[in-house]
């Protein structure tokens, strides 16, 4: 079978992890699960027969665009293409999870983006023809235009890209890794380890909305760092300090003072003072 098993695997849930994807488990489990490079890496992990080093490779990819938004339907990278595109061909080839994010930013930040905006732009097409269909009362022109259609477009610019990138890429990433300097090679794994850094930072940046947070963040990466805990002891740590903070700030005793203020006013006779 080769390639084509795996490459059929990662083409086909490129297109369930589609946002627009007729999936039974709607949204949820399309884009925001399928979708994801956790969940890549681990169904690329599977297609190949190396689930510890496809998990590895999601871990890697899904720190890079941990902060990914989508705001208005635009966005600076597609997700989707990346997971499955960028994961899939590093672990046809290397295995190497600075590779997988290296090569998921390149295969989501050009070719994806351009599929992308393609059905952005096609797609407006079809939603006037099911606008047209649902004033004329056709409801099979509806489903045909609105589910159908897209549908089978979806599929054409997701599987197909793909599939091909994976079942022919790999003899051409382990052409190009072999003929290139072995420096060039170590200039690309580097850079693919620092990207989960700069993925991680830009959430950062998203959610710190004080300069005094950092503390918080130091806190834990110096607890990981020379502890040694866990993540789920970690989980627990942080909730700690979260709430302790929250009392501490005083935000916690708000409500109850303007409870109380808000009860002696309304029992308070102004005649009397």
Request: aromatic share 12%; with cysteine; proline share 4%.
């Amino acid at each position: 079978m080769g390639m084509f098993f795996p490459a059929l695997i990662c083409g086909l849930f490129c297109y369930f992890g589609a946002i627009e994807s007729a999936n039974v488990l709607g949204t949820t489990g399309s884009f925001y699960c399928l979708g994801r490079p956790l969940v890549a890496g681990l169904v690329c992990g599977i297609a190949f027969g190396n689930v510890e080093q496809g998990v590895l490779c999601g871990v890697a990819v899904q720190a890079v665009f941990i902060a990914n938004l989508s705001t208005g339907g635009a966005t600076n990278s597609e997700i989707t293409y990346a997971s499955y595109g960028g994961i899939g061909l590093a672990m046809a080839t290397t295995h190497d999870p600075a590779v997988a994010a290296t090569l998921a930013v390149l295969v989501g930040n050009t070719f994806g983006l351009i599929f992308y905006n393609l059905r952005m732009a096609f797609y407006s097409v079809f939603n006037n023809k099911a606008y047209e269909a649902a004033e004329a009362g056709d409801t099979k022109g509806i489903n045909t235009w609105h589910l159908v259609i897209p549908n089978i477009c979806t599929f054409l610019l997701r599987f197909v890209p793909v599939f091909l990138a994976i079942y022919f890429g790999q003899g051409v990433v382990d052409g190009i890794l072999a003929s290139v300097p072995e420096i060039v090679t170590h200039i690309i794994q580097v850079l693919g380890g620092v990207l989960p850094a700069l993925g991680v930072g830009m959430l950062m940046n998203i959610v710190i909305k004080d300069s005094i947070q950092m503390v918080f963040f130091l806190f834990g990466f110096v607890v990981c760092a020379f502890l040694g805990l866990g993540t789920i002891p970690m989980v627990f740590i942080a909730a700690v300090v979260a709430y302790l903070t929250y009392l501490a700030s005083g935000k916690g005793a708000a409500p109850d003072a303007a409870l109380a203020q808000s009860s002696d006013a309304a029992y308070e006779d102004p005649d009397l003072f």
